[in-house]
Structures are given as structure tokens and as C-alpha cells.
């Protein structure tokens, strides 16, 4: 099986795609615009990244590189984005290197990229005419505004772990089609916005409603507007709890356009699937959602383990809903070269819809573990940090190992089940240090 390569660099991105090129690196707006692109945002981000005025803008023409991206720049980086890896540029998906993510509550230009569609146009100019529609089974239809969000609903902030159902797809082998995520597809930001369930609840929500459907204005890859990207939903049950979010806020600021501008769903613990970007129109439907990538095995697993690449049928696989628990190391990359033999480790664990009980760490390849200071979370749904002092017995190589425990004494494991579709990798985090 072929996997695409992890990194694209900016070279073979132009090289194969152009006009995609220009549109992913600097915001051309249309395709058929490929030399008027730099009178709008194209042009301050092309500013912005060569490091100063572009005089003779209006004669580069389209899918050029600028010669000091050219000469400067090896691996493609998303505007507005700190080191995150490309995984693909359409759409656009991008992790971040573990050691990156080591902040309590994640940058926003640090927090994964994970889109299915092409992102619409949400200029700040046309925000104000934005309209959520919400209907289908229930009393009283509502079309609220960004203004009547924020006016006639409790506004709440909280710290909201978000997670690709595919992270962790790269270690599957048999290889799994889709991105092959490695563990950066996962973070921690600040959400402001208004609860789901008071929403529903002001819309009436009918006895026989039992899911929700999600619908955005993003586009299908294939330019058809009769198809949807992803439409995706949840039970009712997860729409009313009380930590899943409308959210208009990312720490702080307005939602920035790669991550759901204006507005968009927050179902913290569940795929970040769920928590459909650009959103249009929530409808409460009296059956499970059939939208796009709700159906077939799009996050979907089988309800049984299965041999490492079985064929497994379609009706023998369930709707992913809770992530399992899971940490990483965060304080130290892979290759870190140790002068003392004495660290401060630390790091991150978090577990879906449950709390985390304890992280452990091992030095010496799973034959003893360390108990570590774990942290309460801020609120439910947040991960939580752990750290220790950490002593090496000797100079060497050393692997360290990092275990996490749910409240129902859950712990991530070595090896993986594996899946048709590479979903819910939870294994233990691992990085290689040298210690001279």
C-alpha cells in the first residue's frame, strides 16, 4: 500500500499543484483569479512571510515561488501556524511535534489542523450576516445570529481537549488509509461560546429526537455542491452535556478560519469529528445521523478485535464515541541529548469522557515504572499535566515510556488493536534520549 509522505515540501507542493499552492500558502481566493490573487489577504500574508512590500505585486504571476521561500524555506509551513507538519494540502491537515504541545492550554498557532472539505470564505466582513438555523424534530425553529449568541445566551470559557479519531494512524500495520497522524493530531485551547444544550433547549426538543446532524459551510473537494464534506452528528445525550459548546471563541480571539470561523461545534472527549467547523444548521433528527463520513466505516471500528488486516464487515462496526486515555511527553523531543542525568519530565493525559487517575513512567523498557504528580483538570474535558524528577542511572541510551490510568483503571497499552481505518491509537508515548 502507498502512504503519502508525512512532510511536503514547498517545492513539490507548487510542483504538482500550483494554483492549489497558492491558495493553501498565501489565501488566493478563487481559482480563476490566478493573477489578481495579492490585492486581499494574498498579499498581506505573501508580505508577511518574504518579510516585507511586494512593489511589483500585480506582475508575479500565479504558482510562482518567491525566491526567498525558495531559497530559505525546505518543508511547507501553514501561515499563522509554529511547526506544525503538513500531512496534506487538500485538504489541509497538519499536526504538531509533540514537544510543541507542551503549554498547559495550547497556542492557537500550535493546534492541529484536521479539515475534509475546502474552507469557505469568512471574511470579517461578511461574519455579521452569518445565521445558525436549527430544526428537524423539535417545537420551535430558531435562526440566531453571532450577535443573538452571544446576547441572549450564558457565554462560558473553558479548556476543551480536541483529538483526531486518527491519531496515532502512522503506527498501524498493516498500514491504514487516511493521514497518517502521529500523536499531534490533539489539543488543549480555551473555547468561549454558548452551551449546546441551552440552544436545543430554547429550540424545544422533541420526545422521538434521539441525534443531532451537523451541517457546514465548507465544500466538497470535487467543487460539487450537492455533496458535503463531512456532515457528522451525536446523541442527544452528548449534545446536553454541559461541557459541549457553540464556540465563537479560540483563547481568546475570534476562531480563526482553519479551525471553524465564525462559529463551530465543541463535543470534547469524542472524535473532533463531531465538532463540525463553519457551522450552518444543527438538525435534530429522530433516527442516526446518515450524513457524510457517518456512515460505512468513516469513524467507525469494529465491535470485536480483529487479526491485523482482516476484512471486517460493514454491520459489524460501531460509531466511535468516547477516546480512550492517552499521554504524551511534552517537556523533551526524540534525539535530545542529555548533559546531567538528572531531568525535570512532564507532559500531558487526558481520557475522553473520564477523568485520568495516574501517570507512570518507565526508563528502563516497561521493566519498572515511576509514579508521577498528576494535576486536577481546570474543568472536565481539559487535559491534565503530570510531571517528575527523573533520574538516569547511568550515561546511555534510554527510552522513556509514558503510561496513563483512567478513573475505571483503564491504561494505555504497548501494542494496538489494530483497525481497518487506523482509529483510537492509544499506546503508550515514547521518545529516545541520550544521556553523555
Known amino acids: 500500500m502507498t502512504i503519502k509522505p508525512n512532510e511536503r515540501g514547498l517545492c513539490e507542493l507548487y510542483a504538482n499543484d500550483p494554483e492549489r499552492a497558492d491558495y493553501v500558502v498565501f489565501g488566493r481566493r478563487t481559482k480563476a483569479d490566478r493573477r489578481g490573487f495579492l490585492h486581499r489577504a494574498g498579499l498581506v500574508s505573501m508580505s508577511a512571510i518574504v518579510g516585507a512590500a511586494i512593489p511589483f505585486h500585480a506582475n508575479m504571476p500565479g504558482g510562482l515561488i ?15 501556524k509554529d511547526g ?3 500531512l496534506n494540502d487538500r485538504p489541509i491537515n497538519a499536526e504538531t511535534p509533540a514537544h510543541l504541545l507542551n503549554d498547559d492550554i495550547t497556542p492557537t498557532a500550535r493546534h492541529f489542523v484536521r479539515n475534509n472539505g475546502i474552507p ?5 466582513e461578511h461574519i455579521g ?10 417545537h420551535r425553529p430558531l435562526t440566531l445570529s453571532l450577535n443573538d449568541l452571544k446576547t441572549n445566551f450564558e457565554t462560558v470559557e473553558l479548556a476543551l481537549q480536541l483529538e483526531c479519531g486518527g491519531n496515532g494512524r502512522a503506527a498501524f500495520n498493516p498500514p491504514a488509509r ?27 426538543v422533541k420526545q422521538n429526537a434521539i441525534y443531532t446532524a451537523h451541517y457546514s459551510m465548507d465544500k466538497h473537494l470535487s467543487g460539487d455542491p450537492e455533496k458535503l464534506p463531512i456532515s457528522r452528528g451525536v446523541p442527544i445525550a452528548k449534545a446536553m ?13 475570534p476562531i480563526p478560519s482553519l479551525h471553524g470561523s465564525p462559529a463551530r461545534i465543541i463535543c470534547p472527549g469524542w472524535p473532533a469529528s463531531t465538532g463540525q467547523k463553519w457551522l450552518r444548521r444543527i438538525e435534530l433528527r429522530n433516527v442516526v445521523h446518515d450524513g457524510a463520513k457517518m456512515t460505512g466505516k468513516s469513524y467507525r471500528v ?27 511527553i511534552t517537556s523533551h523531543a526524540t534525539g535530545t541529548n542529555l548533559k546531567q542525568p538528572r531531568i525535570h519530565l512532564a507532559g500531558h493525559a487526558w481520557a475522553g469522557d473520564r477523568r485520568v487517575r495516574s501517570v507512570d513512567v518507565s526508563g528502563d523498557f516497561g521493566a519498572t515504572w515511576q509514579a508521577t504528580d498528576l494535576d486536577p483538570p481546570p474543568n472536565p474535558y481539559s487535559w491534565q499535566r503530570w510531571r517528575m524528577d ?35 491509537n492509544n499506546s503508550m508515548h515514547r521518545i529516545g534520549v541520550t544521556v553523555t
Do not use: C
Not at 178 to 200: C, E, H, M, S
Not at 308 to 317: I, R
Open 66 to 80: 518567491p525566491a526567498a521561500l525558495a531559497d530559505s524555506l525546505k518543508n511547507f509551513r501553514l501561515p499563522g
Open 302 to 328: 469494529p465491535k470485536y478485535n480483529v487479526a491485523p488486516g482482516a476484512k471486517v464487515p460493514k454491520e459489524d462496526f460501531a460509531i466511535i464515541e468516547s477516546m480512550p486515555v492517552k499521554s504524551l
Open 390 to 424: 527523573f533520574q538516569f542511572p547511568a550515561v546511555g541510551y534510554y527510552e522513556l515510556w509514558a503510561r496513563a490510568t483512567d478513573d475505571r483503571g483503564v491504561s494505555q497499552p504497548f501494542a494496538i488493536n489494530w483497525n481497518p481505518k487506523g482509529y483510537l
Open 120 to 124: 469557505p470564505e469568512t471574511a470579517s
Open 84 to 86: 506544525l507538519i503538513v
Open 129 to 138: 450576516e452569518w445565521m445558525l438555523t436549527i430544526d428537524g424534530e423539535v
Open 178 to 204: 487516511g493521514n497518517q497522524w502521529t500523536v499531534g493530531a490533539i489539543g488543549n485551547a480555551k473555547w468561549t461560546g454558548v452551551r449546546y444544550r441551552d440552544l436545543l433547549q430554547a429550540a424545544g
Open 241 to 253: 452535556e454541559a461541557h459541549s459548546l457553540i464556540a465563537f471563541e479560540m483563547n481568546g480571539e
